[in-house]
C-alpha cells in the first residue's frame, strides 16, 4: 500500500459527460501528479501542483483541468468526454522531505467511455 | 525533442538468470534517474533511484547503472524470480520536472 488513495477504482460514463477523479497524496507529501495510460500504451504524464500551485504541465488536453486544494488531495476534471479518454489515471505524491523524488503512486482509476 | 527508449518491448529469461534491461534517452541532461516496476491494472512501484554522480547503486537482487556520457542506464535483477515478471520503466528526472517515463519493458521470468 503506497498510501495514496483514489477515487472512485472504476467509472462508466458516456460520451460528452464530464467526471471527476479524486486522489488523497500520502501524508506530508506536497506534490501531486496526474497520469494517463490507455490500453498498451505507456504513462503519460499530465500535470503537477505542489502546494497547491501548478508546477509542470505535459500533454494535457485544453478539456482536462485540475487542482489541488488547501488539504492537499487533489482533483482532475474530465470533460466532454470522447472514447479515447477511456484509459487508467494514476495520481502519484512525493515530497516528503529530504531530497528525494520518487513517486508513489495510488491504485488508479479506470475510466470507460462508452 | 526529448526521448525515452527501453531495449525491448518483452524480454523472456529462464529463472535463476540475470535479467539486464536498457533505457537510452535523448536531448536530456537528467539529475536523476529512477527505475519503477509496473504489475497489470496496478500503479508503477518506485524501485531505485540513481543520481547522476552515481555510477552504480544496488538494492537486495536489484542493480542500476547510469552512464551518462552513453545516456544510459542499465538495471539489472539477478537470481531472477516468476516473481519478478512485471513491466519494469525508466524514468530519467530533471530535478522533478516534466516527469516522463520511458515506455517499458515486459519481462517474463520463465519456470
Known amino acids: 500500500d503506497s498510501g495514496v488513495t483514489q477515487t472512485p477504482k472504476h467509472l462508466i460514463t458516456a460520451t460528452g459527460q464530464r467526471v471527476t477523479l479524486r486522489c488523497s497524496p500520502r501524508?506530508?507529501?506536497?506534490?501531486v501528479y496526474w497520469y494517463q495510460q490507455s490500453l498498451d500504451q505507456g504513462l503519460q504524464f499530465l500535470i503537477q501542483y505542489y502546494n497547491g500551485e501548478e508546477r509542470a504541465k505535459g500533454n494535457i488536453l485544453e478539456r482536462f483541468s485540475a487542482q489541488q486544494f488547501p488539504d492537499l488531495h487533489s482533483e482532475l476534471n474530465l470533460s466532454s468526454l470522447e472514447l479515447g479518454d477511456s484509459a487508467l489515471y494514476f495520481c502519484?505524491?512525493?515530497?516528503?522531505?529530504?531530497?528525494?523524488?520518487?513517486?508513489?503512486f495510488g491504485p488508479g482509476t479506470r475510466l470507460t467511455v462508452t | 525533442s526529448q526521448k525515452i527508449e527501453q531495449n525491448s518491448e518483452a524480454l523472456n529469461i529462464q529463472e535463476g538468470k540475470t535479467a539486464t534491461l536498457t533505457c537510452n534517452y535523448t536531448n536530456y541532461s537528467p539529475a536523476y534517474l529512477q527505475w519503477y516496476r509496473q504489475d497489470p491494472g496496478r500503479g508503477p512501484v518506485f524501485l531505485l533511484l540513481i543520481r547522476e554522480n552515481e555510477k552504480e547503486k544496488r538494492k537486495e537482487r536489484l542493480k542500476v547503472t547510469f552512464d551518462t556520457t552513453l545516456k544510459q542506464s542499465l538495471f539489472h535483477i539477478t537470481a531472477s524470480q516468476p516473481a519478478d515478471s512485471a513491466t519494469y520503466l525508466c524514468a530519467p528526472d530533471n530535478y522533478g520536472q516534466n516527469f516522463v517515463f520511458g515506455p517499458g519493458t515486459r519481462l517474463s521470468v520463465l519456470p
Open positions: 502519484a505524491s512525493s515530497g516528503s522531505g529530504g531530497g528525494r523524488v520518487e513517486q508513489y
Open positions: 501524508s506530508g507529501d506536497l506534490s
